[in-house]
């Protein structure tokens, strides 16, 4: 069964501490994977798309990741806005997303 | 402007009830969806139109009928509602059917069936 399972479930930084959310899937024929942030209350709004393995992309303190089976969102220096639960989501026909993972930045 | 909106933002509803939950988008996408984000958070695709056409229709009860007038609009009407019907149901829509583009999302209703 395709499934997306993202770890940790919650993370707990302070200020300035770099971590890494994972993102590991079991899709045949991905087309792309997606990251998205989600604020509580409010729709999850896009960060990243990576389509093949090696691919990198960076977005202020974020820069996703993509190998064949996984992808990591590495959050360098975080600040408490950063706080939010970030979304990882693969496609082939459709979209499947993860369970999130809450990221709680402390000052 | 808000590029995918959705109302209402809440929707509080007695079981056995129908109602209805609106969206419209202004970025000019030919694709909407509707998805439903349980209370473990997971974000599930329900329906997806394109052009006014149905594309996807995942395993949901037939209670559920989304309509698309136009293809800025997607609506969702939900008949004889059920406890277990609570959940966020979240609107997107994104440049074309392909999935490999990036969706853009309203900011939720959150319905509770009491």
């Known amino acids: 069964e395709d499934q997306v399972t993202q770890s940790p479930e919650a993370l707990r930084l302070q200020e300035g501490e770099s971590s890494s959310l994972n993102c590991s899937y079991t899709v045949s024929g991905l087309r792309g994977l997606f990251w998205y942030r989600q604020d509580p209350g409010k729709g999850p709004e896009f960060l990243f798309t990576l389509y093949s393995a090696g691919e990198e992309k960076e977005k202020e303190r974020l820069k996703a990741t993509l190998t064949k089976k996984e992808s990591f969102l590495h959050i360098t220096a975080p600040k408490p806005e950063d706080s939010a639960t970030y979304l990882c989501?693969?496609?082939?026909?459709?979209?499947?997303f993860g369970a999130g993972t809450r990221l709680a930045v402390h000052p | 402007d808000t590029a995918v909106s959705q109302t209402p933002k809440y929707l509080v509803t007695q079981m056995g009830n129908d109602k209805s939950i609106k969206c419209e988008q202004n970025?000019?996408?030919?694709?909407m969806y509707w998805y439903k984000q349980d209370s473990k958070k997971f974000l599930k695709i329900m329906f997806s139109y394109n052009n006014k056409e149905l594309i996807i229709n995942e395993t949901v009860p037939n209670r559920f009928s989304p309509k698309s007038p136009d293809k800025a609009h997607l609506n969702l009407h939900i008949n004889s509602l059920e406890l277990g019907d609570s959940a966020v149901y979240f609107c997107?829509?994104?440049?074309?059917?392909?999935?490999?583009?990036?969706?853009?999302f309203g900011q939720g209703t959150r319905l509770t069936v009491v």
């Open positions: 989501a693969v496609s082939y026909n459709k979209l499947i």
């Open positions: 997107a829509s994104s440049q074309g059917p392909e999935t490999d583009t990036e969706a853009f």
């Open positions: 970025l000019g996408h030919d694709t």
